[in-house]
């Protein structure tokens, strides 16, 4: 059973928490991107919703368009959707973002719901495929307390509405374990008590306590706009 639209409704309403009311990331990230937040360009990262999030988000504002591939690589990624319960969508750029009208990838950008490897739902992890280009990912520290309580309320919520969501983010999970071993390196996880764990993929996936001064060195990683 996929979430309807009305679910969306209500993960809207519970899930607006900004990741930091001090920090404005996109300031961060965007005079390095062009003059644009790196998750609001599609070059980096194509909006993909369910359909009947797409339909929810059709009656609340005219924000939202249906994604129009431009590029080899996007056109791959468009086709990968058929047949599925989710398309790509863009919206009219940063400019003219409507808060209430992101959609839950928006808002949970740029982190997934973490399951270790006992396929427990812990807390939140990062795209790593962001590493470098997402200042947030580098800056682990600034995520605020009812930002992380109402992603994990919001996950939840959908994962008891369709366990396919489950399933993607358990797998989701794993592979991040897979790459951070294949480097050989730990990676950070946001706990759902705000504390920080560190991974240890190549101990099966064993969570260690993480410092906020361990974590300050992820700083040096965000490289975006550096040679
Ligand atoms: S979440 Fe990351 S990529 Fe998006 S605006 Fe903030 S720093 Fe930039
Ligand atoms: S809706 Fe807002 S947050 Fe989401 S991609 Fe568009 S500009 Fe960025």
């Known amino acids: 059973?996929?979430?309807?639209?009305?679910?969306?409704?209500?993960?809207?309403?519970?899930?607006?928490?900004?990741?930091?009311?001090?920090?404005?990331?996109?300031?961060?990230?965007?005079?390095?991107?062009?003059?644009?937040?790196?998750?609001?360009?599609?070059?980096?990262?194509?909006?993909?919703?369910?359909k009947s999030e797409y339909a929810l988000l059709k009656t609340r504002t005219q924000m939202w368009k249906p994604f129009v591939a431009r590029t080899p690589d996007q056109k791959s990624e468009i086709a990968d959707l058929k047949g599925s319960e989710s398309c790509a969508v863009e919206c009219r750029g940063a400019e003219f973002c409507e808060r209430d009208?992101?959609?839950?990838?928006?808002r949970s950008f740029p982190f997934f719901p973490y399951f270790d490897a006992e396929k427990n739902l812990v807390g939140l992890a990062h795209y790593w495929s962001f590493e470098g280009l997402c200042w947030v990912i580098h800056n682990l520290t600034i995520v605020e307390k009812p930002f992380v309580d109402q992603f994990m309320a919001m996950h939840e919520f959908m994962f008891k509405k369709d366990e396919d969501w489950r399933t993607t983010y358990v797998a989701h999970s794993a592979a991040m374990r897979r790459v951070y071993s294949r480097r050989g390196d730990k990676f950070p996880v946001i706990m759902r008590d705000s504390t920080y764990r560190w991974v240890l993929p190549q101990l099966g996936g064993k969570m260690v306590p993480a410092t906020k001064k361990e974590l300050q060195s992820l700083r040096a990683g965000f490289t975006l706009g550096q040679d």
Not at 101 to 106: P, V, W
């Open 1 to 50: 059973m996929t979430a309807s639209a009305r679910d969306y409704a209500a993960v809207y309403s519970g899930f607006q928490a900004p990741i930091s009311k001090i920090y404005n990331c996109g300031a961060k990230c965007a005079p390095l991107n062009g003059g644009v937040p790196v998750c609001c360009d599609t070059g980096h990262a194509i909006p993909i919703v369910e």
């Open 101 to 106: 009208n992101r959609s839950l990838a928006c």
